[in-house]
């Protein structure tokens, strides 16, 4: 089965530009989660969404940051505009949350987006 | 505080040995509690869970539960330098299907 997927895997912009972070979660999960992961503030939850519905979003660090779930198979988390502290790894991760084993929280990461923002 | 924390490392172990990684979390309503791992320049790879008191066996590793002293650990034996990597440990806040992760202990096992 195919795991979470993310692309780009690797995006590098120039400052002021919008940057499109995609993601396809696991078939059949029904919950979806976007981290940032830095050396200085290691993994930190953006957002996330049950049943395509946002609900967590306090961990966004701005206005600049959104995210949507528009279906079951597909999220995105856009910067715009981007600035060069929002250079990091960006993954996304999926769980399936319906009790029993393994436990409603266990979370399956994507590969990753490593952005660089000039 | 920190929901959940770890001992920040790094641990280094010659090959063989047992690596002893802990972790402790706040919220005392958390039941399942998640060590993932993870290479530079990976992402995180879930390794085990546990949600009972009491000690969880898989093949070389070993995770430890106990809720009365809200402390997690996880045990690596016979290292291994494939086994050098962050450890996380996660946690969810009660009746939350969020994780909240701790900083991370990096594992160097050396040959």
């Known amino acids: 089965d195919a795991g979470v997927i993310q692309s780009p895997r690797h995006e590098v912009t120039e400052m002021g530009q919008e940057v499109t972070l995609r993601c396809k979660p696991i078939?059949?999960?029904?919950?979806l989660f976007w981290y940032r992961q830095t050396m200085m503030r290691g993994l930190e939850l953006l957002i996330y969404?049950?049943?395509?519905?946002?609900?967590?979003d306090s961990g966004m660090p701005e206005d600049r940051f959104s995210a949507k779930m528009p279906n079951a198979s597909f999220s995105t988390l856009k910067i715009q505009p981007s600035e060069p502290r929002d250079s990091a790894v960006y993954f996304c991760?999926?769980?399936?949350?319906?009790?029993?084993?393994?436990?409603?929280?266990?979370?399956?990461f994507g590969p990753g987006t490593r952005l660089l923002v000039l | 505080q920190k929901e959940v924390e770890q001992n920040s490392g790094p641990l280094s172990v010659p090959e063989g040995a047992i690596a002893s990684l802990n972790c402790t979390y706040s919220?005392?309503?958390?039941?399942?509690f998640f060590w993932y791992r993870q290479y530079s320049g990976k992402s995180p790879e879930l390794i085990m869970f546990?949600?009972?008191?009491g000690d969880k066996e898989d093949g070389r590793f070993t995770a430890q539960l106990n809720k009365a002293s809200q402390y997690v650990s996880l045990l690596i034996r016979d290292s291994q330098p494939s086994d050098s990597a962050t450890y996380l440990c996660?946690?969810?806040?009660?009746?939350?299907?969020?994780?909240?992760f701790g900083a991370g202990t990096t594992v160097t096992v050396r040959a």
């Open positions: 991760a999926s769980s399936l949350t319906s009790g029993g084993i393994p436990p409603s929280e266990t979370q399956y």
């Open positions: 078939s059949g999960h029904n919950s």
């Open positions: 969404f049950n049943n395509n519905v946002p609900i967590d």
């Open positions: 919220d005392r309503g958390s039941q399942s």
């Open positions: 546990i949600y009972s008191n």
């Open positions: 996660a946690a969810p806040p009660s009746n939350d299907y969020k994780l909240s």
